[in-house]
């Protein structure tokens, strides 16, 4: 990825910001699949020191992570990666990852998902939403366990380690949460593209 922070600049004018202030994260989605025609999707955020995303994997699409300011550490696959401001690392499909804002400050990054997955663009936009309405709990999980079980499984974000043994029970509530309409009311209320 090697946007200039001029266009990463102009990308972000005018497009919305998804905020979760307890969790202390900002999202913006720079290029959704419709815009690159399913090749890529993209976006910036910002994270407080210390938030970050728990382990898990994606069976659908690759990530890429650049961090743009501040400093963010993690595990791809098990192996620690540290990354300062330039520096990007690719996480592929199956593997296993964490990340954080590890710096005193906060960490402006991007993340590159390709090709492009519809579900983790409405779903992450959701989440942020239902945060902000205090359906989460303060570091941004679900308190709803059929809300949590949509996010994951339609998102496609898999739990790992003893997690992962829970992913069906997780699909089996996100086909019921959607067959009684859960699904419907959460994108209605917290999910619009703007």
Known sequence: MNWTDEQITQMRTGRPVYRNDAAGTSLTWLRRGEDTGGEYGLIYGEYDPGTGVFPHFHRDYVETFRVLEGRGAGKIAGRAVQLGAGEEAVVPRLAVHEFRASGDGPVRFLVEVRPAHPGFEKWVVTLQRMAAAGLTTPD?????VHHAALVLVESDVNLSGLGRVLMP??????????????????????????
């Open 140 to 144: 941004g999980r679900p308190k709803n």
């Open 169 to 194: 029970v997780f699909r089996l509530l996100a086909a019921r949460a959607r067959r009684n309409g859960i699904a419907e009311q959460l994108e209605k209320h917290y999910y619009r593209q703007d």
